[in-house]
């Protein structure tokens, strides 16, 4: 053992040993739990090269502070035992993990361990624990364990060998452009066939590493693991079905919250960083249930405008002037259009990322939301859920919604034609959309457009025929459906059908995508009008209950609401109506930019007047749409003092998540 870099705290450990001896003695009470905080550390050493490297000095700090505040420690076997009922987790339960299997565990983390008497996880990458890989970036000069040190630590009884894959911890080519996302969640593009990875491929490729790993650790070691740690926290479903195959049962991510012994195949674990303000940082994060609240500060952009269909080059030029220009705002958020819309429509005849069912304008979205996620902000990807245009225009016919209107049944009159949510093949046909865009784009969210609505002369299409007849026993006609004892059921019952809908699209989304946030447009008329829920099929309240961000349209000026005291009172309404549904956290405040009956943008002045009388109400979330990249519109400099997202980077005293 080299006591070298352990050697300059021991002065410190002597004091925090007698603090052991002394809490040891004390009683305490523990209610059963089934909650546990899994702390997520790297290297600890010195040469800082990453956010992530803690010195040791913090590191004993903090060991400090869970036992000197009644954190009991844990390890993987009592989570997992409190998981069957056998034995419950005490209050406060605390598990501490280690990834990648840095020489400095040995040396540092393990002598700390055993002076502590604290269990941990240590998962390692058995192609880096061999010397047949290295890490790259910051990385590739660190130095990592022995298989000799990993036994020792391993048969010491306070440590858990979890495996970190065997050399599925790197990137890989993810698109046409060459950029490169985790090897464990991406379909590689193939340069040479311009092809992507096909599914029963990707699962043969991620079971072959598993089936390695386990191989060199019952060489080594002398047992398999049954712990996954994630690679950078990136995971999917699939991947998850395969591990278990092979027996592991205890799945580590990255994903921000407390972990639940009632999902052991998704442990959250809170990312420790190097920070100013360590311990009233954690203390704040955790009230919070260690779940990113960070206020959003956001804008959309239309990828219709960065795009020349005819030049890759044009267009990734007016990609980095869009890079400029988002992190000159200081936005933290941004969504991007994933579809086509040139003509301004809605309506989807095709997108920008490959697919197999609609065509594709250009394969640009994944490059698109690689680069924006580089600079250190969330990505979102904008989608109709329902107004797609298929190229069967037959299935397109058949699928298409149908209003009653002049006395008779026909296709929607409405802007957007869009799919009836009530037929399955609409569903099928739009999962096939979802699927290809989660397995291809590596995005943190999604916001379904504001396409999914019926109009209360809507849906007279046959397959929502059928389920009036049998949720009423009646044939749809507009007498039955005005009926009083029905009129309400029914308008329940296009709300169901729609929110179901887009439930089966984000079962799909986190098939691929676990992760990703879910938001939805909502027409301001909706929240400041509850009789409106009939003429939309919306409502506040399924919104707030279903998705993880209600994004309302406010937009005075479309809405024609009227002169700046009228939008004031508008605004006033709208936020109190959200806070009586205890919906602030969730809702994210949307203004218009632009004028579309005027065709012109609106002034700086009236915007940031408009975003900051919505934060003085207590708005939590605000955003605008659209941004104009190519105009400078919002003039940068005009509006990112209001819409900057850094100030709370800041305040928190540490650099982004990764």
């Known amino acids: 053992m080299c006591w070298k870099c352990f050697l300059p705290l021991t002065n410190t450990c002597r004091i925090l ?29 010195r040469e800082v090269v990453a956010e992530e490297d803690i010195t040791p000095e913090e590191f004993i700090e903090q060991l400090d502070f869970f036992r000197t505040n009644g954190y009991r420690p844990v390890s993987i076997s009592d989570v997992e035992a409190a998981a069957r009922g056998q034995k419950p987790l005490p209050d406060k339960a605390i598990l501490l ?15 700390a361990l055993k002076v502590f008497n604290f269990p941990a996880v240590l998962s390692v990458v058995t192609s880096w624990a061999d010397g047949r890989a290295n890490p790259d970036g910051f990385y590739r000069n660190k130095k990592f364990m022995t298989w000799d040190q990993i036994r020792e ?15 599925l911890h790197r990137h890989v080519r993810a698109n046409p452009q060459g950029n490169v996302e985790a090897a464990m969640t991406t379909f590689i593009f193939d340069e040479k066939t311009g092809s992507y990875e096909a599914e029963d491929d990707y699962r043969r490729r991620i079971a072959s590493d598993f089936a390695r790993s386990l191989s060199i650790f019952q060489q080594n070691l002398g047992f398999r693991p049954t712990a996954l740690t994630w690679p950078y926290g990136a995971y999917n479903e699939l991947a998850i079905e395969e591990a278990k195959k092979f027996g592991f049962r205890v799945f580590l991510t990255l994903d921000d919250g407390l972990a639940d012994i009632k999902s052991l195949d998704r442990m959250k674990r809170y990312y420790a960083q190097t920070m100013l303000y360590w311990v009233p940082t954690f203390k704040e994060e955790l ?3 260690l779940l990113d609240q960070t206020p959003i500060r956001g804008v959309q952009i239309d990828l219709d405008k960065i795009i020349d269909p005819d030049s890759y080059e044009n267009s990734d030029r007016n990609l980095g002037k869009c890079l400029d220009r988002l992190v000159a705002l200081g936005v933290n958020t941004v969504i991007v259009q994933g579809f086509c819309d040139t003509e301004g429509t ?3 005849k095709s997108v920008y990322f490959h697919n197999t069912v609609l065509p594709v304008r250009m394969d640009f979205l994944s490059h698109a939301i690689n680069r924006i996620k580089s600079r250190e902000i969330q990505a979102y990807v904008w989608m109709p859920s329902l107004s797609f245009l298929l190229p069967n225009q037959k299935i397109n016919a058949d699928l298409q919604v149908r209003e009653f209107k002049d006395g008779r049944i026909r296709p929607s009159t409405s802007s957007y034609k869009r799919l009836s949510p009530f037929d399955p093949r609409s569903l099928a046909i739009s999962s096939k959309i979802f699927r290809d865009l989660a397995a291809y784009v590596d995005f943190d969210g999604i916001l379904f457009q ?40 029914w308008i329940r019952l296009k709300t169901e059908a729609i929110d179901r809908y887009i439930s089966e699209l984000v079962k799909t989304v986190r098939t691929y995508r676990p992760p990703a946030k879910i938001a939805r447009n909502i027409y301001s008329e909706v929240v400041t009008n509850p009789t409106s829920r009939e003429w939309f099929s919306q409502s506040l309240e399924s919104y707030l209950q279903n998705y993880d961000y209600t994004v309302i349209m406010a937009y005075p000026q479309m809405e024609k609401v009227g002169s700046r005291a009228k939008i004031r009172k508008w605004m006033l309404h709208m936020v109190s109506e959200v806070k009586k549904h205890q919906g602030n956290d969730k809702v994210v405040f949307k203004i218009q930019a632009f004028d579309w009956q005027k065709n012109t943008w609106i002034k700086e002045r009236t915007l940031k007047e408009e975003l900051s009388y919505l ?17 400078d519109r919002p003039k940068r400099n005009d509006i990112a003092d209001i819409i900057s997202g850094q100030e709370f980077i800041r305040n928190k005293g540490r650099t982004l998540r990764k």
Do not use: M, W
């Open 97 to 111: 993990t280690f990834d990648d299997g840095y020489i400095s565990f040995y040396q540092v983390v393990y002598p």
């Open 17 to 45: 040993l007698a603090a052991l001896l002394v809490t040891v003695g004390a009683s305490l009470s523990c209610a059963a739990s089934d909650k546990v905080v899994v702390v997520a550390y790297h290297d600890i050493t």
């Open 450 to 489: 504001d396409d999914a609505y019926l109009t209360d002369e809507e849906d007279f299409h046959p397959s929502a025929s059928e389920a009036f007849k049998k949720a009423f026993g009646k044939e749809l006609t507009p007498a039955n459906a005005a009926k009083a004892g029905i009129k309400p059921e």
């Open 615 to 631: 934060l003085s109400l207590g708005a939590r979330h605000i955003a605008y749409y659209p941004d104009g990249v190519v105009e």
């Open 153 to 167: 630590v391993a048969d010491s009884g306070l440590v858990t060998i979890a495996s970190h894959t065997d050399s």
């Open 287 to 289: 009230t919070q249930g």
């Open 346 to 348: 809605g309506n989807v």
